[in-house]
């Protein structure tokens, strides 16, 4: 390896290092005081940069922001991405499945850029969105689960697995992406461990009785 290819490494991993101190100082700020209110002067303090080079990186807060919640996003699914569901039988793989889903927003900061991310994707759009592109892996993974249960005659068939899909983010991440809204309806603490715990226990109940198939004494 020449001298000249050293120092070409060299620089590459240190603009590497560089991002990452910057996404993850830039991470800390938006979860504890949101895009509006976080000041780019303090990620580059917290991140040992300066803001005329973050700016030059990422143009704008704006970018900085979606660009963190796409790093956010990627790290939340890489652990259902990688898992493999296929070795159990379908009820079970479908328990495992569901309990697997909420666990990355029990991560306070990654459910307050939930939150935050939410109201952007609405009104903004973004050059590259990886939850958006890694759904359909998910979506596939539960679909599979779906129909090897549905062979074996243990769910029913008279649902729509994209919708049963949607139906298990909405319910499963609820305490954690809409803390408020949970508080008023269920008159609970979404940030207490026990009610959280007690939540997942009753989507896991929800989704498994209502695809679960009740078998005749014929069937049996």
């Keep these: 390896m020449t001298d000249k290819t050293n120092i070409k490494n060299k620089k590459k991993s240190s603009k590497v290092e560089t991002l990452q101190r910057i996404l993850d100082a830039a991470r800390s700020e938006f979860a504890d005081k949101g895009m509006t209110k976080t000041r780019v002067e303090t990620i580059a303090e917290n991140a040992g ?5 973050i700016y030059h ?3 704008s807060k704006e970018l900085l922001f979606s660009c963190v919640l796409d790093e956010s996003s990627k790290n939340a699914m890489a652990h259902l991405i990688d898992k493999n569901y296929s070795d159990k039988p379908p009820r079970e793989a479908l328990k495992d499945f569901i309990r697997d889903f909420p666990t990355p927003f029990k991560d306070p900061e990654l459910a307050t850029l939930a939150m935050e991310g939410i109201h952007y994707h609405d009104t903004h759009s973004t050059p590259r969105n990886q939850f958006k592109e890694q759904t359909p892996i998910l979506l596939k993974k539960f679909s599979d689960i779906l129909n090897r249960g549905i062979d074996s005659g243990d769910f029913r068939a008279d649902f729509c697995p994209k919708q049963l899909f949607s139906a298990l983010g909405l319910i499963a991440t609820g305490p954690f992406t809409n803390r408020y809204l949970m508080s008023v309806l269920a008159g609970s603490n979404p940030k207490s ?8 226990e009753f989507s896991l109940q929800l989704l498994l009785s209502t695809l679960e198939h009740k078998r005749t004494q014929e069937e049996a």
């Design 57 to 59: 990186y990422y143009q």
């Design 193 to 200: 461990k026990d009610e959280i715990e007690s939540w997942a």
């Design 49 to 53: 940069v300066t803001k005329q080079l």
